[in-house]
């Protein structure tokens, strides 16, 4: 018979070890992808993939958000604008928040472990508390994300409908600030960024801990998925309300091509007067931001840990 002969071969024949799986995918394929990236790599890929998945889920709420910083009008108002742009742009403007994001992120958890190990290695036996290593590597890191700032500025452009017939898409967006207006155009918005990225990174990576502790403990796969996720929504969620004034005054600055580039305090007191000295009014979309928070930076942090888990 065929099934007797088959045997037969596979008596004969080394055959290899079946893979360990785990949730339908290969155990030792994520080991040796953790292998090859190695300790400190694996920190920055973890980050990457984590952000692209958010960046892919959330960015129809995060235009709804943008359009409400930048114009102070009410989310119906916002999702209306969105609709009367159509279908076809509501992706409009995702290639640079999926680069910008993927790659802070990945600085981010990145630069964030790397800064600490070197800092706590020379700290060593110094005195310093490990809180204000960390904490100042955390800061370290926030900064060097600012780096990044053009691609927050293409973003900016590419959702505000009033440039949809100037700019086509990212490459044409750089191409054309970059040759009317020069590389420094591309970093307009710079200050607000700096302001938020280091006090923020400080709060997230140091409250990201003792929160989780809080939380009920869990055992199983799926509850440290829903503990990391809700831990970093609830950090997202607070920093989000906190700066988002600075966001504000960031999509503000960056709505502008050309000119002079104004002081942050000088964008912020612009846009209190435009809407009439009211806080309720330079808060417009912060109710949808910290939703929109809670999700993305639940994604992000429960994506990380996974990966990290599965990696090592």
Known sequence: MAVSTMDSESSRTPQPAP???????????????????????????CGSVAAFTNIVVTFPIQKVLFRQQLHGVLATEAVQQL??????????????????????????????????RVLLDRAAGSGIPELATRSFAAALAGTAEAV?????????????????????NTVHTFRTLVTEHGVRECYRGLVPIL??????????????????EQLPEVNSRAGHMASDFVCGGLLGAALGIMFYP????KSRAQ?????????CRQVLLTVWRERGGSVAMLFRGATLNYHRSLLSWGIINATYELLLKELS
């Open 148 to 168: 990044l700032t053009p691609f927050e500025r293409v973003q900016t452009l590419l959702q505000d409908h009033r440039h949809h017939g100037r700019f086509k």
């Open 19 to 45: 893979a360990l799986t785990k949730g339908g995918y290969s155990l030792l394929s994520a080991q040796a992808l953790g292998a090859r990236l190695g300790t400190q790599g694996k920190h920055y890929f």
């Open 195 to 212: 302001i938020r990225n280091g006090p923020s990174n400080v709060l997230f990576f140091g409250l990201r801990g003792p929160i989780k």
């Open 246 to 249: 600075l966001n504000v005054v």
């Open 83 to 116: 609709q009367r742009d159509g279908l076809r742009n509501l992706y409009r403007g995702l290639l640079p928040p999926l680069l910008q994001k993927s790659t802070t992120v990945a600085i981010m958890f990145g630069l964030y472990e790397d800064f600490s």
């Open 255 to 263: 709505s502008q091509v050309g000119g002079a580039f104004q002081p």
